[in-house]
């Protein structure tokens, strides 16, 4: 009798996809630290302006899309679990870093205390010094913080890749991949209570250290699914499925599968398919991620720290948290009940969730009854996007080798930071122009700064309908790609 069909299959897979989802939580948490404590913390001591902000996000982004380029390449090369681990001990290290930021500057500019900074007037030729050196103080921080980010997504779809077969991958990467919702929701809940307890710069110490200590589970628990002891031979032939070899009951015999060369990947269409998908629209979360703190802040007055800023944002990323997760369940749907291949329906099902987007129209007019609608639209534009996402990924592993998955995330994510810098960079000059103009400058019956937040929603409104339309146009069908 074949052991296989009398052994229980282990489980060890869903372990693996627990550690994704607790590095993904531990990456946006760290990333949300700034934009939780800069509007109400950090401004007043360094005298930043929204163009100072966005400057600081936007070239984070830019530094986060050229690190992409290299990333997936890295990780490829160094392998899942080592190049994880260099990864989060690189962005834990920048994380933390930013708690010196204050002190650097003091010392810099010749002031006693911190709180001398913050007495200085605004305006002044001392306090435009000021911002200038935090400034780029932080920009050295966020550079640190950014290179080792970029591992995070290519090295969990490359174990996600290893762990999953195809008709898992869409569920299992949108359970990772809600880590970055759940992140965001623990963040306002703990992060402004942190800074206004101890300062902004224990919330960057206690959340940087988080990385830390997920580089010991992962350290002890992670092997490729063939090596690891805690993963039988069932669960070994169940994750393998897809694989076109005779049997996979001898582990040594699989061959490493051949992988594409760096600039043979922009010779297909399917990588200028992921490109597009992710320059069109990553910004869009970004930009609510980096903004959404001091949306409230600025045309509510409810700062991160207030009870109602603090449940304006746990509302927006609960309704994130929740409905994106379902989004790994519709191309399952599609495939299982409908007949269609992986990719069609994945086409299908991210077709739908570029359409949630569409709600940012109405979040600035509803804002003008209740401060409640814009967190409530901006969270179901928020989870079509990471629906979106999860499936945008996963179209990686239905066309690209495994051997090659690194490289294609690396370059996606590249392009979507690419996105991101240039909305969250123009984002901020632009609120500062619209706050100086006034009344001259209206869009849709709004003035001032109103006015440019609506312009900015009605661009991320679109942004995943016309990212849709370029990529079907560039892969109408299911193309798998054969390495030779």
């Known amino acids: ?6 052994t229980k299959m282990s489980n060890f897979r869903w372990v693996i996809c627990a550690l994704l989802f607790l590095a993904t939580t531990i990456n946006y948490m760290d990333r949300q630290v700034l934009s939780l404590t800069w509007k109400d913390f950090i401004a007043p001591e360094f005298h930043w302006t929204d163009a100072d902000y966005g400057t600081i996000t936007g070239l984070f982004s830019l530094f986060y899309a050229v690190a992409n380029l290299f990333a997936g390449k890295f990780i490829d090369w160094m392998g899942t679990k080592k190049g994880y681990l260099i990864a989060i001990f690189v962005w834990s290290l920048g994380a933390v870093l930013h708690a010196g930021c204050g002190w650097v500057a003091m010392k810099v500019e010749g002031y006693e205390s911190i709180e001398a900074l913050r007495m200085v007037q605004a305006g002044s030729d001392a306090a435009v010094a000021i911002a200038t050196i935090s400034v780029w103080l ?12 970029a591992g995070n997504f290519p090295a969990a779809i490359k174990a996600t890749a290893e762990y999953f077969p195809k008709k898992d991958r869409a569920f299992s990467t949108s359970i990772f991949n809600s880590g970055a919702s759940v992140g965001a929701l623990a963040a306002p809940a703990t992060i402004p209570l942190l800074a206004r307890a101890w300062g902004w710069e224990m919330a960057f110490i206690i959340i940087g250290a988080l990385g830390f200590i997920w580089m010991g589970l992962w350290a002890w628990l992670y092997d490729k699914p063939a090596k690891n002891k805690r993963v039988n031979q069932a669960e070994l032939n169940y994750i393998e499925q897809d694989n076109d070899i005779a049997s996979v009951q001898d582990r040594g015999e699989q061959k490493e599968e051949k992988t594409i060369s760096f600039w043979k990947c922009f010779t297909f269409k399917q990588t200028w398919s992921f490109l597009v998908g992710k320059f069109m629209t990553d910004g869009v979360w970004w930009f609510f991620l980096f903004w959404a703190p001091a949306y409230f802040s600025d045309q509510y007055g409810y700062t991160s720290d207030s009870t109602m800023g603090i449940a304006l944002i746990f509302t927006l990323y609960a309704i994130v948290t929740i409905l994106s997760i379902g989004g790994g369940y519709l ?37 003008a009854y209740s401060a409640w ?19 945008l990924f996963s179209t990686i592993g239905d066309m690209f080798p495994k051997s090659t998955i690194g490289t294609i995330v690396g370059l996606g994510t590249m392009a979507g930071g690419i996105g991101s810098m240039s909305i969250n960079l123009g984002s901020g000059k632009f609120f500062d122009w619209a706050a100086a103009q006034g009344a001259n400058f209206t869009f849709f019956g709004f003035e001032g700064k109103p006015a440019a937040y ?5 661009i991320c409104a679109v942004a995943y309908l016309i990212g849709w339309c370029i990529m079907k146009a560039l892969v109408p069908k299911y193309k798998p790609i054969v390495v030779e």
């Open 373 to 391: 609608w814009p967190a409530i639209l901006i969270g179901l534009l928020g989870a079509g996007h990471q629906a979106w996402s999860a499936n």
């Open 138 to 149: 932080f920009l050295s921080c966020r550079l640190i913080l950014a290179v080792g980010e």
């Open 331 to 367: 191309p399952t749907y599609f495939v299982e009940k409908k007949g269609m291949n992986p990719y069609l329906g994945r086409m299908r099902a991210m077709f739908i969730f570029a359409c949630f987007p569409v709600l940012g129209l109405f979040a600035q007019p509803l804002g």
């Open 454 to 458: 609506m312009v900015v929603f009605c």
């Open 1 to 6: 009798m074949n052991p296989v069909q009398t």
